[in-house]
């Protein structure tokens, strides 16, 4: 069973409003990542952390945030939502690089 | 992109038969990784493998790897309907991993 735990599951929100995606983890994993998944396509990087005050911008341009206070952790905040933001967010973390931990994903839509 | 290929973008067999589906990359690596996804959920850790190793076992899974050619096949032998699901090979360095479009896996009963 993962031990990490994302929500919202579901989000339906409105153009403009602010959100914030919660995503923690009970395992003491340093390295954890947000990856962007459209339905049935690739997984894309677009935050990762190796450690408190850790927090770097991935391979693919997000205008979403990212913070790193405790090692458990790591939410993702969207200042504005808009409807190219409709997407799967998916969390996971890693002790060693050696296998992610992934969350069961939130799914945003904005309208 | 340093991302991969998975090959094929569909698989559709029969209970019982065995599923391979393939992965190429493009850059050296320290391990490949592969996980299943079930349609909408996060993504399940299923083997690794090492730069150093050609094959691996794990259950009804076998993996291999070729860095000469940049490439690792994942085997499901015996194939169940439960194994309906999404395949993703991820690879990369200890730090950051990339994964592919993935392999879309029917078991028809």
């Known amino acids: 069973e993962a031990d990490i735990y994302q929500t919202p599951r579901y989000l339906v929100i409105g153009t403009g409003k602010k959100i914030t995606l919660e995503c923690s983890q009970t395992?003491?994993?340093?390295?954890m990542y947000w990856y962007q998944q459209d339905p049935g396509m690739e997984l894309h990087l677009i935050h990762y952390s190796y450690g408190v005050n850790s927090t770097e911008k991935g391979d693919l341009s997000s205008e979403s945030t990212v913070s790193r206070i405790r090692t458990e952790h790591f939410p993702l905040t969207l200042e504005s939502a808009r409807p190219s933001h409709t997407s799967q967010y998916l969390c996971?973390?890693?002790?060693?690089?050696?296998?992610?931990?992934f969350g069961s994903g939130t799914r945003l839509t904005v309208v | 992109s340093q991302q991969g290929e998975e090959d094929p973008q569909a698989l559709s067999i029969q209970e019982g038969e065995n599923a391979t589906m393939n992965c190429s990359y493009k850059?050296?690596?320290?391990?490949l990784q592969w996980y299943r996804q079930n349609s909408g959920r996060g993504l399940v850790h299923l083997i690794l493998i090492r730069s150093n190793e050609r094959e691996k076992h794990s259950g009804r899974l076998r993996v291999t790897l070729d860095t000469s050619k940049k490439s690792s096949s994942l085997l499901i032998t015996a194939s169940r309907a439960a194994d309906t699901a999404s395949y993703f090979c991820?690879?990369?360095?200890?730090?950051?991993?990339?994964f592919g479009s993935g392999t879309k896996l029917n078991v028809k009963p």
């Open positions: 395992m003491g994993h340093d390295k």
């Open positions: 850059t050296s690596i320290n391990n």
């Open positions: 996971a973390s890693s002790e060693s690089g050696e296998g992610y931990t």
């Open positions: 991820a690879q990369g360095n200890f730090n950051k991993f990339y």
